[in-house]
């Protein structure tokens, strides 16, 4: 180690010229990597939901996976609502708009304008059209929120926040005003560099971005404080600064390695997660830890040697807090607090199984409480449970909380008489609006009085047992009417073009929820995406598809919001185990002891209790992505502070 210290100090300004350089490829590099906001895509491959995404997607690939924005207008005549909705439509990358003058689009003063798109959240192309909407559209006071089931990330102010509470302790607690400063500029190397390799990665996800600088920030900020201190002590000591930054490098080494590598393991253990965002989190967190503990070791010894004088120039003094009545009070009382930390881990282990965890995070979202968001359901299914499917959609539409139920059955199976029927078209055009993405009509009251006779000729069925499906009239009306001069003759053509192209559609609708071998039905919910009442409705759907059907998915945001509620138990525990593991065998060489690494593993672990349970106590829930984040930082990192003072 002597020689590659010595080597470091030397040619330190090779070595930090070659660092910039990098950083500044790696600033190039990091703009091409994709950020990730679809979660479903992290779904393992044994994931029941996943699998049923991929069958819809073989089997009905003309529904497409469309994202959508809602627009909300407030105080807009009919004319400025047309004017509004023309102005959507003509916005680059946006495929459709949704509005109509039913209830569904309008409440009071306001407007509702859904906008469809086939670029992913986060795309460049979904950027461009929510760029817009903030630019173009003052005019007609609109607010606007992508439906985007993911959260938007850690807010940049948090971040701010977090940066500023970091360099006030920094420049309270150094010995210097100006090693914060280049304590940072080390990191913010490491940061950058660590962006720029996520390209070999090909995309993060939005969780991992948000997040990975300020995490790598605080983690490896350490590396940089131990370093700068053993190099003051060198100093001391009488040795000449590159002298002393060499025998710095030397002596901090394994303390300094030892730290990166317990907090590098315990993110790795992210990635034995089912849920492959983990692997995401855990490669990308770890390789910054490392990252930034090469940097520390590399780039910062030039960096401070260049400083040097600015660092003595600028020195003062620092807070000194005596833990002379601490340590004695601890080492008296030393068996008295043995139990209480066995009584406390016992205690706070049962206590953090009362904080609720949350598998999804809620936005702060305008739009709804005026246009109450859906929530829908999809069930693939074979098509032999058909006929069960039908019996399980009455029983679906009944039930508090669903608004509308989208099947085959029920929409193209069930046989209507000529009154009925009347009604089922006028409100046919918005499912199939839902189901198909078009509207369907073109017959008023009298015209199917018309057909249902001609129908029915002859037939000694009375009125009301004289029925036909949806198919049946479409297809009788197109294949069988249009062709009879005297029908023909009783209607426009523009009638005949309507029924031309609604049979069209139609058409196109049917085998949007129906394949060769699969169906689906849309469940409609006003259900949140987490609730009890959502989680009612997801075991009942599970229960009734182990009943009721042979092969089945359940797909949405609430259901894989309880698929991951249902495996998050054991998810959590292996992540326990892991990361323990690999603390305690770290530990293990470092001390040589059996007892040191369990007392410390047990000691972090009851940290890990007790943040969890404090959390409960305030009210809140827990998001899992934090405690799981929060259980790999808590025992990676303050695993290093048992470390010292056993050391």
């Not at 192209?501 to 006003?526: N, P």
Request: charged content about 20%.
């Amino acid at each position: 180690m002597k020689k590659v210290s010595e080597l470091i100090v030397s040619r330190r300004y090779w070595i930090l010229g070659v660092m910039l350089c990098l950083t500044i490829a790696c600033m190039v590099l990091s703009r091409q990597v994709t950020v990730n906001y679809d979660m479903t895509k992290y779904l393992p491959d044994d994931s029941a939901m996943k699998q049923g995404m991929d069958i819809m997607a073989a089997e009905f690939p003309s529904m497409g996976a469309d994202k959508s924005i809602r627009v909300m207008a407030e105080g807009l005549d009919e004319a400025k609502q047309a004017e509004l909705l023309k102005k959507l439509e003509a916005i680059p990358y946006v495929e459709s708009v949704a509005h109509d003058a039913g209830a569904k689009y309008h409440r009071g003063d306001y407007s509702l304008f859904v906008i469809s798109t086939s670029y992913d959240y986060g795309s460049p192309e979904e950027r461009a059209i929510e760029s817009a909407l903030q630019k173009d559209f003052q005019e007609y006071h609109t607010v606007f929120r992508n439906d985007n089931p993911g959260a938007d990330g850690v807010p940049a102010l948090l971040l701010l926040v977090a940066i500023a509470i970091l360099v006030t302790i920094l420049l309270l607690m150094c010995r210097s005003w100006c090693e914060p400063f280049l304590f940072l500029i080390n990191i913010g190397i490491a940061v950058m560099i660590n962006e720029g390799t996520n390209v070999f990665l090909g995309e993060i996800s939005y969780v991992t971005s948000s997040m990975a600088a300020v995490l790598q920030l605080v983690l490896s900020i350490d590396y940089s404080v131990m370093l700068m201190n053993r190099y003051r002590q060198e100093k001391s000591a009488g040795l000449e600064k590159r002298e002393a930054m060499a025998a710095a490098i030397r002596n901090c080494f394994s303390a300094v390695s030892s730290s990166a590598m317990t907090t590098a393991a315990g993110l790795l253990a992210l990635a034995f997660m089912k849920f492959r965002i983990g692997l995401d989190l855990g490669v990308v967190l770890a390789k910054g830890v490392l990252i930034s503990l090469i940097c520390a070791l590399t780039a910062l010894p030039g960096i401070v040697i260049l400083a040097d004088r600015l660092v003595e120039r600028s020195a003062k003094k620092t807070p000194h807090v005596s833990m002379e009545r601490l340590s004695r009070f601890s080492c008296r009382r030393r068996f008295v607090l043995a139990c209480a930390f066995v009584a406390m881990l016992a205690a706070f282990y049962v206590l953090q199984g009362n904080t609720q965890i949350a598998y999804t995070l809620a936005k702060v979202d305008p739009i709804a409480d005026i246009f109450p968001a859906e929530n829908p359901l999809v069930i693939v299914y074979e098509n032999k449970d058909e006929d069960r499917m039908a019996e399980l959609a009455g029983t679906l539409e009944t039930r508090d909380g669903v608004t509308q139920v989208l099947g085959y059955p029920g929409i193209f199976e069930k046989a209507y008489t000529a009154e009925e029927l009347s009604g089922a078209l006028s409100g046919l055009g918005g499912s199939m609006g839902i189901a198909a993405g078009e509207e369907i009509g073109g017959f008023d009251p009298s015209m199917l009085e018309t057909v249902y006779s001609l129908r029915f000729a002859g037939s000694p069925l009375p009125a009301s047992e004289q029925k036909m499906t949806i198919p049946e009239l479409f297809g009788y009306v197109h294949d069988t009417l249009l062709n009879n001069r005297l029908f023909s003759a009783l209607i426009s053509q523009e009638a005949r073009d309507m029924i031309a192209g609604a049979k069209e559609k139609l058409d196109s609708g049917m085998s949007m929820l129906k394949s060769a071998r699969y169906s689906r039905m849309i469940v409609y919910t006003a259900l949140p995406v987490e609730s009890e009442e959502t989680e009612a409705l997801m075991e009942t759907l599970t229960d009734a598809g182990k009943e009721l059907m042979g092969e089945y998915y359940l797909i949405g945001n609430s259901a894989m919001s309880y698929e991951m509620q249902r495996s998050f138990s054991g998810e959590l525990r292996t992540i326990t185990m892991m990361t323990a593991a690999a603390i305690f065998l770290i530990v293990l060489i470092s001390f040589r002891s059996l007892v040191v690494p369990a007392l410390l593993v047990l000691i972090v672990q009851c940290g890990v209790y007790i943040t969890v349970t404090v959390v409960g106590w305030q009210g809140y829930s827990i998001y899992f992505l934090a405690l799981l984040i929060g259980e790999c930082i808590l025992m990676g990192a303050t695993i290093d502070n048992g470390s010292l003072i056993t050391g």
